[in-house]
């Protein structure tokens, strides 16, 4: 869906560092979510975001952080103490009703050097 | 906890037969089921959906049905062509609640 964007598309991360996944959105929904792919797997949830200033840990949080100051952006940082980063991560929204579709971005392919 | 699972994991078809893959949810209060297709590296997107309130919904060569009373709902997918094929996903959720809960998808093949 053109409303999400993520960036970037590939990301690779060096031993012992931390980085971050940009997801921004412009379809005005106040939910936002990360999922983790890994290859021929399913969709696993790492946070959510119900609403500006508030986050819920997921299935697999370990690992990982976010932050939602605004509620167009919701950046997930992938840090040193995930062991094993390389993933397909996607980013979603919705809006809050609960009974409506989740809009995916295109997702960043996350790999170690 | 809230749980949705689907069968089969993998499916292959001949091009132009049927495809059926069906989704068992554990939430009774579940009232929204969405279908997703992922193609390979590609985001998933959401092809169908179906409310509670009614029983079947079809789109073209694609239908849903829900059978609240089993908590079951499937895809049905007619004249296969070799461009559906992908991993599709069913998922649930609930009015006022945050999370969508998704199956662990199946891969669809499409034989030309």
């Known amino acids: 869906d053109g409303g999400i964007t993520q960036s970037p598309k590939y990301l690779f991360r060096k031993e012992g560092q931390n980085v971050t996944l940009s997801c921004e959105q412009n379809l005005n929904h106040d939910a936002m979510y990360w999922y983790r792919q890994d290859p021929g797997q399913g969709l696993r949830l790492i946070y959510y975001s119900q609403i500006v200033n508030d986050f819920q840990k997921g299935d697999i949080a370990e690992g990982y952080s976010v932050s939602r100051e605004k509620k167009e952006s919701f950046p997930l940082t992938v840090t040193s103490a995930q062991k094993n980063p390389t993933a397909f991560y996607l980013c979603?929204?919705?809006?809050?009703?609960?009974?409506?579709?989740?809009?995916f971005g295109d997702g960043t392919r996350l790999s170690i050097l | 906890g809230e749980n949705v699972e689907q069968h089969p994991s993998t499916l292959s078809v001949q091009e132009g037969d049927s495809a059926v893959i069906k989704c068992t949810y554990s939430d009774s209060a579940s009232n929204y089921f969405p279908w997703y297709k992922q193609e390979l590296g590609k985001r998933p997107q959401l092809i169908i959906d179906i409310r509670s309130n009614v029983g079947e919904k079809k789109d073209q060569r694609i239908a849903v049905t829900l059978n609240k009373t089993a908590k079951h709902f499937s895809l049905h997918i007619t004249e296969t062509q070799p461009e559906d094929s992908a991993v599709y996903f069913c998922?649930?959720?609930?009015?006022?609640?945050?999370?969508?809960?998704f199956g662990a998808g199946t891969r669809l093949f499409v034989k030309a």
């Open positions: 998922a649930a959720s609930l009015t006022g609640g945050f999370k969508t809960i």
């Open positions: 979603a929204s919705r809006a809050d009703s609960g009974n409506q579709p989740q809009h």
